[in-house]
């Protein structure tokens, strides 16, 4: 997928791998706006804290491997990404996830300002 949208979400996307990847909370939390609504696989949280919080309770040795299966644009400053995320662990198996995001454009750049992960059987 090469399309502007893709883009547009790779770069966001690829810091908050890279973070994850790294067990860095604090960088995965700078990926998203000050009123992110963030569910993971816990409870949701609003904003940067709820993020950090939930991404210094993973594990060690976590990482995310995504793919991104479905853009839209339904404004200038938004896009939303349809992916298929695989979360890998050190001491089991991969958890196969899918993850609806929305980026808003901010005077510092594209960030995450909604993120739900579904566990689809």
């Known amino acids: ?54 991404y210094a309770a993973q594990p060690i040795g976590l990482t995310a491997a995504y793919t991104i299966r479905e853009t839209r644009r339904p404004a200038d400053d938004l896009v939303l990404g349809y992916l298929s995320v695989d979360f890998g662990f050190t001491d089991r198996p991969t958890l196969a996830v899918y993850l609806g995001v929305i980026v808003r454009r901010t ?12 566990l689809l059987p």
């Open 107 to 118: 005077d510092d750049g594209w960030r995450i300002c909604h993120y739900q992960v579904s």
């Open 1 to 54: 997928m090469t399309s502007t949208e893709a883009r547009i979400l790779r770069s966001v996307l690829d810091r908050w791998k890279a973070a994850v990847d790294a067990h860095d909370p604090e960088r995965a939390a700078s990926c998203f706006t000050d009123d992110a609504i963030f569910q993971g696989l816990h409870p949701y949280g609003v904003g940067p804290g709820s993020v950090a919080e939930y």
